[in-house]
């Protein structure tokens, strides 16, 4: 059981919660959206763990070859694949049922993040910069699930600060999977062949933007007339600290302590990060009622 648990990476459901910024931003926190926002949370849930189990299968013979994925239940044997592929038909049938719950539109974007996710598994994570603006696409589809799959309009500055922060993570991932490798001298070529084309001095310059341009969009975003209209008040602002600080604490964890590769248990873990984040959605929910 423990390694189903682990082939399913339950940690990583921290990621869905993306899926209530719509209703946080746009003021909507009636029961029914809250109930919907939820079941929709669940739904990716669902999908997201099955997006794990197809990424694993199709990538078995090469993580058995990685330095640290060789011990995921799949490459070292403690699952078998018929029951990883019975495991999948069921998720993905969970996720189509929970989704459908809410509405048509959610089941289409639920159904769009998985099979953008077999096109990512099948080729596209190979296309260097391609692979990581599909990582943010995923991102992307879970904010517009919860604006527009539940009948709340986006802005454009939540759109954009989105983008941006889950640019940043995809080129702090693809920079921790490069230290490892030249850490332990493997053959990248052999495990994730994308990061051949990828070298250290390009994805600092693409962190480094990234990094900034998430500052800066969510600066601007919190000063903005619209968004000043919207909510009510200009407060937003005295929210900004918390987000550098945790982008700077990224940035401190990728170089000095070895993390990056899973933000989900980099922020779980990191006590700096917890806190940065606890004290951002605080603050925020304390200006916005």
């Excluded at 209703?23 to 763990?49: D, E, K, N």
């Excluded at 990582?135 to 989105?162: D, K, N």
Aim: charged letters at 10%; one cysteine or more; proline letters at 3%.
């Amino acid at each position: 059981m423990n390694d189903v648990i682990r082939l399913l990476r339950p940690h990583q459901y921290i990621k869905n919660n993306f899926v209530f910024l719509g209703p946080l931003f746009g003021h909507q926190w009636s029961v029914l959206t809250l109930t919907q926002a939820t079941l929709t949370f669940i739904a990716f849930c669902f999908m997201a763990s099955a997006v794990y189990i197809l990424n694993d299968l199709m990538d078995i013979d090469a993580d058995k070859k990685h330095p640290i994925k060789c011990s995921r239940p799949l490459p070292s044997g403690t699952v078998s694949l018929p029951s990883a592929n019975f495991l999948l038909a069921v998720l993905i049938i969970a996720a189509v049922v929970t989704s459908y719950l809410v509405s048509f539109l959610v089941t289409l974007f639920v159904s769009a993040y998985f099979l953008m996710n077999v096109l990512y598994s099948w080729k596209l994570k190979h296309v260097v910069i391609l692979d990581v603006f599909i990582i943010s696409a995923g991102f992307m589809l879970r904010i517009l699930t919860g604006t527009v799959g539940l009948s709340i309009e986006p802005t454009a500055w939540l759109l954009l600060c989105g983008l941006m922060v889950t640019l940043f993570l995809g080129f702090s991932k693809r920079r921790a999977e490069l230290l490892v490798f030249q850490n332990c001298n493997t053959n990248s070529y052999l495990t994730r062949r994308v990061l051949d084309d990828y070298s250290p001095i390009l994805l600092e310059q693409f962190i480094g933007i990234t990094a900034a341009c998430t500052i800066l969009s969510f600066g601007l975003y919190t000063v903005s007339p619209q968004t000043i209209a919207l909510h009510g008040t200009d407060n937003l602002i005295y929210t900004l600290p918390f987000v550098i600080y945790g982008v700077f604490r990224y940035i401190f964890l990728l170089h000095h302590k070895a993390k990056g590769n899973d933000t989900a248990k980099d922020l779980i873990t990191d006590r700096h990060l917890l806190i940065a984040v606890a004290l951002w959605l605080t603050t925020t929910i304390w200006i916005l009622l």
